[in-house]
Structures are given as structure tokens and as C-alpha cells.
């Protein structure tokens, strides 16, 4: 497909910095193959840097808090095994796995690893450097008191989904509104030697019904000010990170791959990143009220214009667009 598209403008691929009349699959797989991907990753840094203060203080994040807010998730992506013996997972299966760390002001990610997909999620957090105030929101993949001390050491704050195999002790219990959903607000000590000697410190145990699932969930979190349904709804916001892996996987084309080899399909996830962070820039400072998918589809159609940016976005007539969009919950109509 983009070989076929890029051909038909062969007299124009100079403008794209090849340097070959005619472009094939071959030459793409081998600049996957063979340049460094950390050259990618280390721009991907240089762009969530920028986006970071342009969406600092982005007023469509719902809560009242301060200091950042990020949410860490992972997804996995598939591979054929065939082609990628390096990346064998499980059962005839091959995959990579990107841990990430997304900034909920901004649904921007703010930091990301690519590993093997066997690689335990919990190992992203020995990687993290903790920002202080900021809140780190995880599930219950991410659970281990001695790495939850960490960030509690940090000055940070974590809000986390409990196990139900905890052994703890209520100290004090604080009285809630039930009808906002709160089950229980308590300040909790741990009971088992092991998990003491890990997290020596009283911790805030905040159990919360979700009417949308019909179900009761119980959260841990080191943050003693603020009010219990805040904790609550900071978890919600958790969900974000689901919606971006989505938006990647299905708008970047993150799973049709050019190149079999670890570097090659690190170098495109870290491109993917890149654009995506990049169209996220654009809309921020041209002040774009399109949202990201359609400036993305403007651009991807675009690259031999000669316009600025916001002249293009802004005349490109977009009919009936929001029929041809999945139907899917959306994640940046901002």
C-alpha cells in the first residue's frame, strides 16, 4: 500500500529525502533493519518532553488536582512467529510488549519501554524516576508493597486496585457518603512480617461501587488529603491508557511491521510515537480544533502539499467524517 502510493508520486519522493527514482518494500525493510532504533526513541523523549508543558494544564482532565497524573499500563503486540523466532512468547506465539507511562492531563505519553511480551509489568516501575506530587495510578499488575515504598519515598502518591490476599489491620475508619458510591474510607496497617518489613508506613484503603459495572472495587493509596471519591475517580481515569493503546494499534498501523528483526520493529513503534506525539504538537500550537485521527488523516494524504499546516487542516473538507470513524468511545476530541 505505501509503497504503491509513494511510486505514484516518484517524481516527487526527493521531497521525503529518498534519493531513488523508484521506491520498494526492500528499501523501506532495510532502513528498519539497519538504523539504530534508538535514534527513534531517543526523538520520541525530545517530543513527550514538549508535549508535556503544552498539555500541563489541559482543562479537559475532570479533576482538581495539582501535580501530575500518570497512569501505567502495557499492552502486547502480536507477531508472527514465522518471521519473529526472536520475540516467541507463549503457545506458537510471538509478540513485543510496550510498558507505558501516560500522562492523564493530556493523554500524552510521557514515557515508554519496549520489551519482550514475557516481561513482567512490574519491572517498569524499578525503571521510573518518580516525580514528586505527582500520582502514579496502576492495577492490581503493578502490586508489590517493597516498589510501592519506593514511590511513597519518592514524595510521590500511587492509587492502586488491592489484592484480595492482603493482610491488614483498620485503624481508623472515616465516614462516607454512601450515595456517591464510597463503601468505606480507612487508614490501614499490614499484618504480614514480610509486607510490613516492605512498607513499614499506615496506608489508605478506599472502597468504591461502580453502579456502570455493578461491582465493588477496593483501592490502596499512600495520599491521605484528598477526598475519598477523588481516589476513586483517579482510577477511573486509568481507563485512558486502554483507550491510547487503541487509538495506536488501530490509527498507526502498529501491527503490519517492515523489517523482521528486534531493531526493526522497534524503530517503527517508536516512529508511530513519534507521529502520533508530533500531530499532538500541531494541534496544541496551531490551536487545530480537529481531533487527532482527522489531522492525521489530512496529513497522511497531504505530505506533497505545499501549505502550511493550519491553512491545510483548516480548508480540508471533511464530509460526514464522523460516520467513517469506528465506533468507539473517543479519546481526544479536545
Request: hydrophobic share 40%; aromatic share 14%; net charge positive.
Amino acid at each position: 500500500g505505501i509503497v504503491l502510493c509513494l511510486n505514484a508520486h516518484c517524481e516527487k519522493l526527493y521531497h521525503l529525502g529518498f534519493r531513488i527514482k523508484k521506491l520498494t518494500l526492500t528499501t523501506l525493510t532495510r532502513a528498519n533493519e539497519n538504523r539504530n532504533w534508538k535514534i527513534y526513541f531517543d526523538l520520541a523523549e525530545l517530543l513527550m518532553k514538549r508535549t508535556h508543558k503544552l498539555y500541563a494544564n489541559n482543562n479537559d482532565f475532570n479533576l482538581e488536582i495539582e501535580g501530575s497524573v500518570y497512569a501505567l499500563d502495557s499492552t502486547v503486540i502480536e507477531l508472527c512467529l514465522t518471521n519473529f523466532k526472536w520475540a516467541y512468547f507463549e503457545l506458537g506465539k510471538s509478540a513485543v510488549k510496550i510498558h507505558t507511562q501516560l500522562d492523564l492531563k493530556g493523554n500524552i505519553p510521557a514515557f515508554f519501554v519496549i520489551s519482550g511480551a514475557k516481561t513482567h509489568d512490574i519491572n517498569f516501575l524499578d525503571i521510573l524516576e518518580f516525580e514528586a506530587d505527582a500520582f502514579y495510578v496502576m492495577d492490581r499488575g503493578y502490586f508489590d508493597f517493597e516498589r510501592l515504598f519506593k514511590i511513597n519515598s519518592a514524595k510521590a502518591f500511587f492509587v492502586i486496585r488491592a489484592k484480595k490476599s492482603i493482610s491488614w489491620k483498620r485503624i481508623y475508619s472515616y465516614s462516607v457518603d454512601k450515595t456517591s458510591g464510597l463503601r468505606c474510607d480507612q487508614t490501614i496497617g499490614l499484618k504480614n512480617f514480610y509486607a510490613k518489613k516492605h512498607y513499614p508506613e499506615k496506608l489508605r484503603r478506599v472502597k468504591y461501587y461502580d453502579k456502570e459495572t455493578d461491582r465493588c472495587y477496593v483501592y490502596l493509596t499512600n495520599n491521605f488529603n484528598l477526598d475519598a471519591k477523588v481516589i476513586a475517580d483517579l482510577y477511573k481515569n486509568r481507563w485512558q491508557i486502554e483507550l491510547f493503546f487503541k487509538w495506536i494499534k488501530q490509527h498507526l498501523r502498529i501491527e503490519v511491521f517492515w523489517g523482521y528483526s528486534g531493531n526493526a520493529v522497534k524503530t517503527q513503534i517508536c516512529i508511530a510515537i513519534c507521529a502520533f506525539l508530533l500531530v499532538a504538537i500541531l494541534k496544541k500550537e496551531l490551536k487545530i480544533e480537529r481531533d487527532l485521527y482527522e489531522i492525521l488523516q489530512i496529513l497522511s494524504i497531504s505530505q506533497f502539499e505545499k501549505m502550511p499546516v493550519n491553512t491545510l487542516v483548516s480548508e480540508f473538507d471533511l464530509q460526514n467524517f464522523e460516520d467513517q470513524a469506528p465506533k468507539q468511545a473517543c479519546l481526544f476530541n479536545f
